[in-house]
């Protein structure tokens, strides 16, 4: 998925110059603020809302409160297992655990009790995010971030299944040789976290990544152990970038140069792979990961120089998606990736509708064929929940034209559309003024109602019956020097109109070959979230959206043109979508 930098949220939204001075200022701060602390509303219970429209209809969240990381995913004789970060109490975050639910398909989901609790001096402070690994003899071991004391000193744990035959594994055990990692001098101990799924070396050594900092450079720490239990740190990092600060929820995988067969992590000294390191910025709040090459004779990842560390670099997402983990599916020899969208509403809002935060829906990732970048798409098992269907073919639509989509749900919908055009003759010229904008920026000044000429088209999702209220997910193509520059976005500025709300402008460039004059667009619709997927997942967007108009039964969705060339809707197929069932 390519995005290039923009402009991004820190709390609601950083100019680039408050982003720098932050950077600037990483060296002299004491503990990073990774999570925003609201002691008042940690334990409110949810109260009884009225109106459940912004809650999500097929998007994994739990029943109430809080939610964010998701955690430790595996496939594990033959059910899937999501845990993630949860606040029991309340729904803002505190009072941290490790929820748990089990799939048979990963998308009808059982709730089990909380895994991982604080219990445990070494963790009496915080449960924080980590992996599972699936050591020989088929068992499975979780490691995970304790907080130990109020200055948020952080140690790596481990825990254990108390019952290796149980299908659920709802017990688990805290041994007694924790905690396994302690920051060595010279290490940011409150910056020390996360830890990766663990791989296995021709050395018989196996290796973990615990994200971290120091000053202002992020650092991807290496550690080796003989036993899984007595861990060395090595003496360079896996990789470090400066000038990017901390590293959260680092995520180092294979991916198959051909193809889009995952691999698991003990596929890592394979030939003919390439490698993808994954990490969280904490100071920008999103995901940003690079493609290149694992020397495991002296354990460095450099990337490919098609590949940039830090927020000028490539994204999973270019929206509202952070703290992402993947995991290799072996039923289906796939790599699936999670990640959390969080609100984009007010904390009095969480409190006030009992819940925050959601997964996104599962995607599978594989390397695109140009060798570049990631695709993502969403798993076929979300398929088994559409329902009744609409098709337009061929539809022409000239600039001003506004065609609704009719006889779906669509405030929980699942499109998939074709666009196709004559001609590239009328891309407006991109002024030199706007060439060097970041795609964010460019959606923001070039919106959905501003006319162009190839574009902007694209669908009005969650949009009110006299477009008071839309979210727009469109294309605009331009030409820049020798080459087109095509833009997908999603813009949810015109959202709501309700007021207090974060309502940004999300975008990223597309890199297609345009010879053939089409343009694919799929978006997953669901009450308070609009997920995109543009040119096959080559761009992926999360919008978090709250309209006050588009809600439930009165929310549309429309295809539409503002561009003077004429676009043509070759294919467009709808389904209202079904809610999951939960899982005996």
Known sequence: MKCYYCDHELVRALSLVFVCLLLSLLSIKKVDASHQVYPEYQTLPAVKVKQLEHRTGYHFQPQKHWINDPNGPMYYNGIYHLFYQHNPYGAVWGNIVWGHSVSMDLINWKALKPAIKPTKPYDKHGCWSGSATILPGNKPVILYTGVVDENQTQVQNYVLPANISDPYLEEWIKPDDNPLVVAEPGVNRTAFRDPTTAWMGRDGHWRILIGSRRKHTGIAYLYKSKDFIKWVKAKHPLHSKDRTGNWECPDFFPVAREGKKGLDNSMIEEQNVKFVLKVSLDTTRYDYYTVGKYFPEIDRYIPDNTSVDGWKGLRYDCGNFYASKSFFDASKNRRILWGWSNESDTKMDDVEKGWAGIQTIPRRIWLHPNGKQLLAWPIEEVESLRGHKVQLRNENMKKGDVVEIKGITAAQADVEVVFSFPSLDKAERLHPSLDHLDAHE?????????????????????????????????????????????????????????KGLYKPSFAGFLDVDLAKKKLSLRSLIDHSVVESFGAGGEVCITSRVYPALAVSDNAHLYAFNNGSETVAIETLDAWSMKGPKLMN
């Open 442 to 498: 460019l959606c923001s000044r070039k919106g959905s109602s501003v006319h162009g000429g190839l574009g902007p088209f694209g669908l009005l999702t969650l949009a009110s019956g006299k477009l008071d209220e839309y979210t727009p997910v469109f294309v605009r193509v331009f030409k820049a020097k020798n080459k087109h520059k095509i833009l997908l976005c999603s813009d949810a500025s015109s959202s709501s109109l309700k």
